[in-house]
């Protein structure tokens, strides 16, 4: 659980500790990461580090809700076009590489689908402010929030190669492929 409360102070500590992290995991496993590593690197005390988290996984946890948050104030903030929340959403994950492949390598990617869930209301809100049709706003959070993730891995495995235009252009065309499996959409209109 994360205990961060809002306070510069505390906000600077959690980044001392989530640095000491990124660190840390390039010469160990996640899994073996403990907090006395944590602490050694950071400098951080051990009782600030249990004051702030429980334990390693909140630090991902706690830096990818940070992730989540900024993206959802920079699209409420937006008008038109910016607010489109996916984009900025890619954008950001583009930004926050190492973050990114972190979670992959701790083999936690799993927190980008739990986060997408616990901002549904949030990002459902963005949806509906975009013209999206008839669809069911519940079906298609869920699509999302478990394919986004399952773009970002595609996107680290081939060595995050694609700009976030691209990677925007290759989801287009997958869910235009969807529509076109499940017999919704023609061929010629893919591309």
């Known amino acids: 659980m994360i205990h961060i409360p809002n306070d510069k102070r505390a906000e600077k500590s959690a980044e001392k500790i989530f640095s000491a992290l990124k660190t840390a995991c390039q010469y160990k496993a996640f899994a073996d990461i403990t907090v006395s590593d944590l602490q050694k690197i950071s400098g951080i005390s051990r009782s600030t580090f249990y004051r702030l988290f429980d334990n390693c996984y909140d630090v991902l946890y706690y830096q ?16 038109g076009q910016s607010r489109n929340w996916c984009r900025r959403f890619i954008r950001n994950i583009c930004r926050q590489s190492d973050l990114i492949v972190l979670l992959k390598e701790s ?85």
């Open 64 to 79: 990818c809700d940070k992730l989540f948050s900024s993206v959802v104030e920079e699209t409420n903030a937006g008008t």
């Open 107 to 191: 083999g936690h990617i799993q927190i980008l689908r739990d986060l997408h869930k616990a901002y549904s209301a949030e990002i459902g809100k963005m949806l509906l402010d975009q013209d999206i049709g008839d669809v069911e706003p519940e079906y298609l959070l869920r699509i999302l929030s478990d394919c986004i993730p399952g773009v970002v891995e595609v996107w680290i495995e081939r060595g995050m190669q694609e700009t976030p235009e691209q990677l925007e252009k290759i989801m287009t065309k997958a869910y235009r492929a969807v529509a076109l499996i499940t017999g919704n959409q023609s061929k010629t209109h893919i591309s």
